[in-house]
Nanobody
């Protein structure tokens, strides 16, 4: 079970930190990803992190602003989001998979319910 939290309303230029706890599985065996989906748009990968945290992927539109990390002792993956803009407004989903780090939604087997991030301009 994936439980995401940390979303909310923030002004442009502000920051938020999303958290996602993955319970019921051996967390350290899973690649973790953060996706987002804005109204009327497709779901896109924002960032992903390998089992050990050594490999990370960032979408071009968040490079330099967002940071993904994980704490295997807490079964939790984080997404630190800085310099937020209205373009970042979306529902953010965490996802997990046992396979290699993927960039497409269908690369991930487990999904959380999402947390809404709204950035006001």
């Amino acid at each position: 079970q994936l439980q995401a939290s940390g979303g909310g309303l923030v002004q442009a230029g502000g920051s938020l930190r999303l958290s996602c706890e993955f319970s019921g599985h051996t967390f350290s065996s899973y690649v973790m990803g953060w996706f987002r989906q804005a109204p009327g748009k497709e779901r896109h990968l924002v960032s992903a992190i390998s089992w050990t945290g050594d490999s990370k992927y960032y979408a071009e539109f968040v490079k330099g602003r967002f940071t993904i990390s994980r704490d295997n002792a807490k079964n939790t993956v984080y997404l630190q989001m800085n310099s937020l803009t209205s373009e970042d407004t979306a529902v953010y989903y965490c996802a997990a998979d046992l396979d290699q780090l993927g960039v497409r939604p269908w690369d991930y087997h487990y999904w959380g319910h999402g947390t809404l991030v709204t950035v006001s301009s």
